[in-house]
């Protein structure tokens, strides 16, 4: 199964399919960012989000050749981004060692602390009725019919108007 999974991740690590796959995970990012924003205004969690921008300097020419790549095709699909060199990093992160020679600047990025955002959410949901099923193993979810079910690896057939898979560390 692992060995499959690499195989068809080897095949899919190509510029052709990241070009292809970006607009879709650039939409997928934005509304992300939307969402975790709408959580912290509206919904009262506190996560740490702020939307700082996301600062990545580079050591060596290479890296920042490298890097100014990737800002340019970021930049492509329509995220603001600078690129920034010399004395000028230092305007935007002052205690900056030396040793940075350029940077890109993703100016639409935000940042969030995400096991405190994943703990909020899980408590607000339960406050607003979700049950949460954690460590459990599915064997089969059936929606035919009317009254759609899962089954359990302990054999609890369970009923949901609304079914959320989740899955991930």
Same mark, same amino acid.
Request: proline fraction near 3%; charge should be negative; aromatic fraction near 10%.
């Given at each position: 199964?692992?060995f499959?999974?690499?195989?068809?991740?080897a095949?899919?690590?190509t510029?052709?399919?990241?070009?292809?796959?970006?607009?879709?995970?650039?939409?997928f990012n934005?509304?992300?960012?939307?969402?975790?924003?709408?959580?912290?205004d509206?919904?009262? &969690?506190n996560?740490?989000?702020k =939307?700082? %921008?996301?600062?990545?300097l580079? *050591? @060596?020419?290479?890296?920042f050749?490298?890097?100014?790549?990737?800002?340019?095709?970021a930049?492509k699909?329509?995220?603001?981004?600078?690129?920034?060199?010399?004395?000028q990093?230092?305007?935007?992160?002052?205690?900056?060692?030396?040793?940075?020679?350029?940077g890109?600047?993703?100016?639409d990025?935000?940042i969030?602390?995400?096991?405190?955002?994943m703990?909020? &959410?899980?408590?607000l949901?339960? =406050?607003? %009725?979700?049950h949460?099923l954690? *460590? @459990?193993?599915?064997?089969?979810?059936?929606?035919?019919?009317?009254?759609p079910?899962?089954l359990?690896?302990?054999?609890?057939?369970?009923?949901?108007?609304q079914?959320?898979?989740?899955?991930?560390?």
């Open positions: 199964e692992l499959r999974w690499c195989l068809q991740f095949r899919n690590a510029r052709k399919h990241v070009e292809k796959c970006a607009p879709v995970l650039m939409e934005v509304k992300s960012k939307e969402l975790y924003k709408w959580f912290s509206h919904e009262g &969690l996560f740490g989000y =939307e700082s %921008g996301l600062l990545l580079s *050591q @060596t020419n290479k890296q050749e490298s890097d100014r790549a990737t800002g340019e095709f930049h699909l329509g995220l603001e981004v600078q690129f920034i060199e010399g004395d990093i230092r305007q935007y992160e002052p205690e900056v060692t030396p040793y940075a020679i350029g890109v600047l993703y100016e990025d935000a969030l602390i995400p096991q405190v955002f703990g909020q &959410l899980a408590q949901l339960v =406050e607003k %009725g979700v949460i954690k *460590q @459990t193993k599915v064997e089969r979810i059936n929606l035919e019919g009317n009254s079910f899962i359990t690896q302990l054999g609890e057939k369970l009923t949901f108007d079914l959320l898979i989740a899955a991930g560390s």
